[in-house]
């Protein structure tokens, strides 16, 4: 029980922390003018040079359809294009294009530096505190993506 508080109070943290950095400059992600699952099929697809479509269905926990209706849309704005897979002309590939990679770029570089300008101001001794959490995080992560693939 006692871990389940710690976990509700670090996630209440975290929520606090993310509305503190919306009020220091949250411009460039009310700028985006896109539906939250489609910018998660732009942050997917912009992780792979290319990516299937019903792997990308897959990932976003919906069906073929409603993926193909995001990227269309993505697609309109020219921040994704579609391919054939040369070796199976029925398989249909996606990748981000270069405006695509830039918008995620830009909003990633607008997270760091919020982020950045917060760990300046921290002492030495807290800095190196966030530091070993941020590597126990990143830690979690990586056995949870070894877990999964495992599991597949």
């Known amino acids: 029980m006692a871990q389940m508080d710690n976990v509700k109070q670090v996630l209440r943290l975290q929520d606090e ?4 950095r919306a009020l220091l400059d949250a411009g460039p992600w009310l ?5 939250t699952p489609q910018l998660k099929a732009l942050l997917l697809i912009s992780e792979e040079d290319a990516i299937r479509m019903r792997e990308l269905a897959r990932k976003l926990g919906g069906s073929f359809s409603n993926a193909t209706v995001l990227v269309d849309r993505l697609v309109e704005r020219g921040l994704v294009e579609r391919m054939m897979e040369p070796q199976d002309r029925r398989v249909v590939l996606v990748r981000a294009t270069e405006d695509g990679r830039l918008l995620i ?3 990633v570089t607008s997270w760091r530096s919020l982020t950045e300008s917060l760990l300046k101001s921290l002492s030495a001794e807290d800095l190196e505190t966030v530091r070993k959490a941020m590597r126990i995080l990143v830690s979690a992560a990586q056995d949870g993506e070894n877990t999964t693939k495992q599991e597949s």
């Open 31 to 35: 700028e985006l003018n896109m539906s």
């Open 17 to 20: 922390l993310i509305h503190h």
């Open 105 to 107: 770029e830009q909003l």
